[in-house]
Each structure stands twice: as C-alpha cells, then as structure tokens.
C-alpha cells in the first residue's frame, strides 16, 4: 500500500525555514515520522517542499503509513487541537491508472546528462538550459509509462529552475539543479507509471527530487 500525505507548514516559524534551507534535515524529519521498517526492505520515501506565495507545503509519498507530529511540533501549527495533515491512501489513484487518461502533472526534477570523463569515471553535468531540461523529460517519458508531446509541441513547461548549495555532514557541500515541470501528460504505460509516481524520477530523491504528482486533467 502505498500513501499521499499533504502537510501545510507554517512560513512564520524558523523550523520551516531551516528545511526549506536544509534538504537533508528535511529527509531527516520525514525519516522520523515512521516507524522502524524491516531491516530486508528499503523503503522509498518521496517528497517535496512547495513554496507558493506566503504556503509552504509538504508532499510525501510512502509506503508507510506516516505521523507527521515532530514536524508539526517544529514547522507546523501544533496547538491547534487537531491533526494539521492529510494522509491518502494513494493505492485509490494508482489502481484506476489506465492507458489514454489525461492528467495535469507537477514534476520537480534534477535533470543531468551522464558522461565518463577523461579518467573514465561516471560525471553528471546539469542541464542547464530549458531546451535541455525540456529534452531530458520528454526522452524519459516513454520509460515513466508517459506521453508528453515532442520536440516541437512538448505539453508542459519549465516553471521553476534554480541551482542551489547547501552542506552535507559527510562532505564540504552539496551543489544541486532543481527544476520544476508542469503540464499535461498522456498515460501510455500504467505499469511503469505506477512505478515513477512511487519510485520517483531521476537522481536528488534524498533532497526533495523526483516526486511525480497528477491532478485531475482540465482542459
């Protein structure tokens, strides 16, 4: 079973900003909301951090079922008396996914190319340039189960795109292309689209990356 939680965060409060700042003290405090899982499985954990406006808000996908109290208590309204979040058993969605559904789609991305360099070790360069970012998504869309037009008529956009630093425990720092798609896309594969929206896209999954999210198609 697999679960879609929705968790507004308060702006106001310095814990949203150090995760807003911090992806992996964010991985950290979505960790911490499940508890222990069996030590054979490697369970995968998606989300993402959205800033709209004065919202903040939290999206993650699981195949726990979540309690997001500690991130409440540090970035949430933890007085008002009633649970502040949303979870969804997600499974109701992925179920009924069928091949020729339309859907709008919100994808946030880290979208490289990879190359061996001159010492034959793996070196991922950002794509930095939207043709390319456009490029990098519409080759992968066959694998994620997905049509979204072509080269000359893509159905969805760049809304988003920024590099961003930050440091890491194990290393002097973390350098990372974020790029945000929004559109339309065709459901061409049910499987494999299964797979992207609860695997996740492309590489950063650990830093807010690769979640996948569809809402109703209104066109």
């Given at each position: 079973?697999?679960?879609?939680?929705?968790?507004?965060?308060?702006?106001?409060?310095?814990?949203?900003?150090?995760?807003?700042?911090?992806?992996?003290?964010?991985?950290?405090?979505?960790?911490?909301?499940?508890?222990?899982?069996?030590?054979?499985?490697?369970?995968?954990?998606?989300?993402r951090l959205e800033r709209i406006g004065d919202k903040v808000?939290?999206?993650?996908?699981?195949?726990?079922?979540?309690?997001?109290?500690?991130?409440?208590?540090?970035?949430?309204?933890?007085?008002?008396?009633?649970?502040?979040?949303?979870?969804?058993?997600?499974?109701?969605?992925?179920?009924?996914?069928?091949?020729?559904?339309?859907?709008?789609?919100?994808?946030?991305?880290?979208?490289?190319?990879?190359?061996?360099?001159?010492?034959?070790?793996?070196?991922?360069?950002?794509?930095?340039?939207?043709?390319?970012?456009?490029?990098?998504?519409?080759?992968?869309?066959?694998?994620?189960?997905?049509?979204?037009?072509?080269?000359?008529?893509?159905?969805?956009?760049?809304?988003?795109?920024?590099?961003?630093?930050?440091?890491?425990?194990?290393?002097?720092?973390?350098?990372?292309?974020?790029?945000?798609?929004?559109?339309?896309?065709?459901?061409?594969?049910?499987?494999?689209?299964?797979?992207?929206?609860?695997?996740?896209?492309?590489?950063?999954?650990?830093?807010?990356?690769?979640?996948?999210?569809?809402?109703?198609?209104?066109?």
């Amino acid at each position: 079973m697999h679960y879609l939680s929705r968790i507004p965060l308060n702006p106001r409060r310095r814990g949203t900003a150090k995760f807003l700042s911090a992806p992996q003290t964010m991985h950290a405090a979505i960790e911490s909301s499940f508890p222990p899982h069996n030590s054979d499985s490697n369970p995968r954990t998606l989300w993402r951090l959205e800033r709209i406006g004065d919202k903040v808000t939290l999206w993650v996908v699981s195949d726990r079922k979540p309690s997001f109290e500690p991130i409440v208590e540090q970035a949430g309204w933890p007085n008002s008396g009633h649970p502040t979040w949303e979870t969804r058993d997600y499974t109701l969605l992925l179920d009924r996914l069928m091949m020729g559904q339309r859907y709008q789609f919100r994808l946030t991305a880290n979208p490289v190319l990879s190359r061996r360099n001159e010492k034959n070790k793996q070196q991922r360069i950002p794509l930095v340039k939207e043709d390319q970012q456009i490029r990098w998504l519409l080759d992968r869309a066959p694998r994620l189960g997905i049509s979204a037009g072509d080269d000359t008529q893509p159905t969805f956009m760049v809304t988003k795109s920024q590099r961003y630093s930050f440091k890491h425990e194990n290393s002097s720092g973390v350098s990372l292309l974020k790029c945000q798609f929004d559109g339309v896309l065709t459901v061409t594969d049910p499987t494999l689209l299964y797979d992207a929206l609860t695997k996740g896209v492309g590489k950063g999954k650990a830093y807010g990356l690769g979640l996948l999210t569809l809402a109703p198609y209104r066109g």
